[in-house]
């Protein structure tokens, strides 16, 4: 085949092509209007050893903690997703020793 048989069959069939390629765009876009944003951190702190019995873990998310996070936060309230606050954010905070 040739250049120009590659033309004139694009040339046939271009509706069809048209048609096929919108309805992909269509059906990403409604599929990614159902996935939920998700947003992941990770942090790695350095805590030296305490005198104290208490975990490490459980003094990161002491309430005392907890709230001058919020606090912190609450004041870049404008960065964060529709809905995502950052006391229903805080609770998802997980941390691991080790």
């Avoid at 159902?34 to 003094?59: D, G």
């Amino acid at each position: 085949m040739d250049l120009y048989e590659y033309a004139d069959a694009i040339a046939r069939h271009l509706g069809l092509i048209l048609v096929l390629t919108m309805l992909a765009v269509v059906i990403a876009a409604v599929v990614n209007l159902f996935i939920p944003l998700t947003y992941e951190a990770t942090v790695i702190l350095s805590v030296p050893r305490l005198s104290s019995s208490v975990p490490v873990a459980s003094l990161i998310k002491s309430t005392e903690i907890e709230a001058q996070v919020i606090a912190s936060l609450s004041a870049r309230a404008s960065l964060f997703p529709t809905g995502q606050i950052p006391e229903r954010l805080i609770h998802r905070v997980e941390v691991t020793e080790g």
